[in-house]
T-cell receptor, first 113, second 116 residues
Framework: TQLLEQSPQFLSIQEGENLTVYCNSSSVFSSLQWYRQEPGEGPVLLVTVVTGGEVKKLKRLTFQFGDARKDSSLHITAAQPGDTGLYLCAGPGSRSNTGKLIFGQGTTLQVKP | DADVTQTPRNRITKTGKRIMLECSQTKGHDRMYWYRQDPGLGLRLIYYSFDVKDINKGEISDGYSVSRQAQAKFSLSLESAIPNQTALYFC???????????????FGAGSRLTVL
């Protein structure tokens, strides 16, 4: 069974601090995605990483896909209150042509002003 | 209007009642999904559909049923609700997979169901 484990599960920091969220698996994934979910809303895609070792940047957010394609990280520089939310990593299930995604349990981030 | 609309947004019901959650989309996507979200458990797939005639069970389908009335409509039913079905339910859509195989989901805003 493919599993995605996220750490930490909860993170409360002050505005301006840096943080990293991890998404790990013992399985190889053809791609991994990161979503952000705000209260009262559904998850929204932030990025998809496809190539092992790939690094993508989205303003203050940096996403990395591990060389072996078993893990990914999300680094936020100088966090702001607007970054508060639930961050979810997701990857295709074992039969990837079904389009099903497996989700990690999520990391709840709170950025205090 | 939202690309994926879920109704109702909130519902409180009693054990044993039949509940239907509805989802409609304007994305023109073939694939539709129902997920359940519980704190600390992430999102778990209940059912998914590739087109009107193709319905598939997800990892936690027991106690649920679905109907794909049209390409744009996918409803989730709880025939006899029980308290452990209290959760936040999300409908999502996706297009056919691209060359990379990366599947991108567009989610609705969620339906919060409480079963007393």
């Amino acid at each position: 069974t493919q599993l995605l484990e996220q750490s930490p599960q909860f993170l409360s920091i002050q505005e301006g601090e840096n943080l990293t969220v991890y998404c790990n698996s013992s399985s190889v994934f053809s791609s991994l995605q990161w979503y952000r979910q705000e209260p009262g809303e559904g998850p929204v895609l932030l990025v998809t990483v496809v190539t092992g070792g790939e690094v993508k940047k989205l303003k203050r957010l940096t996403f990395q896909f591990g060389d072996a394609r078993k893990d990914s990280s999300l680094h936020i520089t100088a966090a702001q209150p607007g970054d508060t939310g639930l961050y979810l990593c997701a990857g295709p299930g074992s039969r990837s042509n079904t389009g099903k995604l497996i989700f990690g349990q999520g990391t709840t981030l709170q950025v205090k002003p | 209007d939202a690309d994926v609309t879920q109704t109702p947004r909130n519902r409180i019901t009693k054990t044993g009642k039949r509940i239907m959650l509805e989802c409609s989309q304007t994305k023109g996507h073939d694939r539709m999904y129902w997920y359940r979200q519980d704190p600390g458990l992430g999102l778990r797939l209940i059912y998914y559909s590739f087109d009107v005639k193709d319905i598939n069970k997800g990892e936690i389908s027991d106690g649920y049923s679905v109907s794909r009335q049209a390409q744009a409509k996918f409803s989730l039913s709880l025939e006899s609700a029980i308290p452990n079905q209290t959760a936040l339910y999300f409908c999502a859509t996706s297009a056919r997979l691209g060359v990379s195989g990366a599947n991108v989901l567009t989610f609705g805003a969620g339906s919060r169901l409480t079963v007393l």
